[in-house]
């Protein structure tokens, strides 16, 4: 990251979060550049401040387009979508069509429910922004997301290994 708090970007790439009216614990969980390639990724969660899948929590990870950081995350969250040990189908299930207001204005994401629990992943794309969201207990549909410049209000519970 650089000084300012916020990770270095690629061309036309943005950060989203949920709004400020989010009540839990904001916290940064992951962030990368590739220098060769200009690859940026941020991974902030939304929840109790200590990482509990069982719990209501919101994780949004963003990439900038074509990262392989993307397919990554959708993938890391269909492993939480089945349950623990289960190996997940070599493609994806059908998802449906939902709408989170972002910036200010509905975009059309994916969305998969898992019907056997309150778990959830969506998927879209905000200009140049991949943008991957997985949630529990909390209704994706009722999420207001916001570019976010400046990372320095979310805590970094890993700060201290730098």
């Not at 509990?52 to 979508?81: I, W």
Request: glycine residues 8%; proline residues 7%.
């Amino acid at each position: 990251m650089n000084d300012q708090g916020t990770p270095l970007s690629a061309e036309g790439f943005s950060i989203f979060a949920v709004d400020a009216n989010w009540p839990e614990s904001r916290q940064v969980m992951g962030h990368g550049y590739n220098e060769v390639t200009g690859d940026t990724h941020v991974s902030l969660w939304f929840g109790s401040p200590y990482y509990d899948p069982q719990v209501e929590h919101l994780t949004v990870f963003s990439a900038s387009s074509g990262n392989a950081e993307a397919g990554e995350a959708l993938q890391r969250a269909f492993e939480m979508y089945y349950h623990p040990g289960e190996e997940p189908p070599a493609d994806l299930p059908d998802s449906e069509p939902v709408t989170i207001t972002t910036d200010g204005k509905p975009m059309t994401f994916e969305l998969w429910r898992n019907s056997s629990n309150r778990y959830w992943i969506a998927r879209g794309c905000v200009e140049s922004t991949e943008v991957v969201l997985s949630g529990y207990e909390i209704e994706p549909s009722e999420l207001s997301l916001v570019r976010v410049r400046d990372l320095t209000s979310f805590h970094n519970p890993f700060e201290s290994l730098r």
